[in-house]
């Protein structure tokens, strides 16, 4: 059974770094995880990464998948990733290559996630559909007849930071105004939680917290036991995605759109309000032609799996 | 030299129907135009299309291309056509070809325009690049990587209908609120010049004519000899353009957005706002990365070019 095809996949965030072999059934086993503040240069990573790679040299390996903010797939680079210890451009790819002598294939996490869900999850063979996730920020990745969408400059699909309100919300981040994920990350419905809670008359036990103990996972479990204001704030962030969304579904086309991170375990709370108001802004030949799905990749596994499907994706067989 | 590849292309609008002959080297001849009012069904104008085509009978033609609003490529199908006097869905490409035996392509007319640009424009050579008509509404068509984008529905690109001030006009033919086209097309313009006229203080010449006389036309050659509210009225429209811009850019990451229409036609006045709006509001490592030019098609035969394009692309030679 030595043919079966295997690889690594990485997934580089703001508090992990976890690496990860899976083969193209999609079985990941040994699961490794580095603190990313351990790395105060890329190249010490690199450096963990590559000892790591290089004491599995009885194994068949494919290539290596990464997933890391602002990666760039055409020049294998991470290019001013705003939550890792180091900065600028760094050549990712091509110095992890050198280092441990595999094909290397990087591209931003949610492309990466998207990919994922293509072999493995909710969009297995969907040719035209958008990976949204809903996490600290708001990630995506866009598959258009089959392929995922890179554009120009390698970097395309950033729908976290498409505006939706004009002169709205500034983004602490980027500067840009009235952004998505402005209001419809985790991040986000902190900040509409507490413009609520100043706005409206309301009993909610929300107004008793402290502002800095205001948590998306708060918010939630009190719109659970059937607070209205966080009813309502869960309504507001779903409308907001759902108008998003139909903007997205009259440029592509998608039937599917995937949401998958921490905002989407909210589960009906937001994925009924988006996908209404998805349908009221469509254009009528888009109407009831795109699905919105949670993501079907197993949680602790899906960056890794979808990592290591770009080398699949890539390398042929 | 019998060997140039020819095509017929059709260009179906709301006030002509017009074909032409089309070389690969794009040399247009041959046009006819017909008056669209003339067919109040859409059999009767495949009739006349094919006697036509039938009178060219010793002209060897790979195939005749179609460009028709609410044009399905996969189907072939014209569906719900606002602007045509026929309604529904009507099998126009294989009612075409069974009548004279050639090969039809039909797409939206904005596509068939990116292609048209592609082949013969200001996009020879790109691979990723958005086109932009700025007519009585706004279409688009979009190219990534070298392809046409049609989605699931086969109808993906309707970068009109997007949304840009929510809660924002009503579109008379959509429902919808707030769309681009809503804005930035021709009649969104002189929408946008009432509401200027009584809103602001202003001497401007504009407010003496009858709100029916007021034209796109009329607020640029008032643009032209100076007058301030015209102008504040052209950069109101580029800037609601420059910001959707920034919105496709971030989903696509085009290298180029081509503009072609009637409201094209202001140039620098449109343009200049429209770059400055983009860039403003665009995520980093997209700025500068994207340029906005003028369509480098002849005005009288853009659509017939676009429209035979079609057959060049999908014809193996």
Redesign the interface.
Known sequence: MGNVRKAFGVDIGGTNVVIGLVTENGDVSDVKKFQTKDFNEYRKLIDALSVYIKSFKDECIEGIGIGAP?GNFYKGTI??PANLPWKGITPFAAELTEKCGSKVFLTNDANAAAIGEMSFGAAKGK??FIMITLGTGVGSG?V??G?L???????????G??????YGRKHPG?G?RGSLESYCSANGIVETAKEFIAKFQSHSPLKFFEEKDITAKLIYEHALKGDALSLQIFEYTGELLG?AF???V??????LIVLFGGLSKAGGLILNPAKKYMEE?L????KN??SIQLSGLPEDDAAILGAASLVFQNVKN
């Open positions: 602002n290019e001013y040719k035209d866009i258009i007849n392929n969408v890179l554009g120009s400059n390698g970097m395309a699909g950033e729908l930071h498409t505006c939706i309100i004009p980027t840009l108008k139909a903007n997205f009259m440029f592509s086309a998608p039937s802004n254009l009528e030949v888009f032609t795109c």
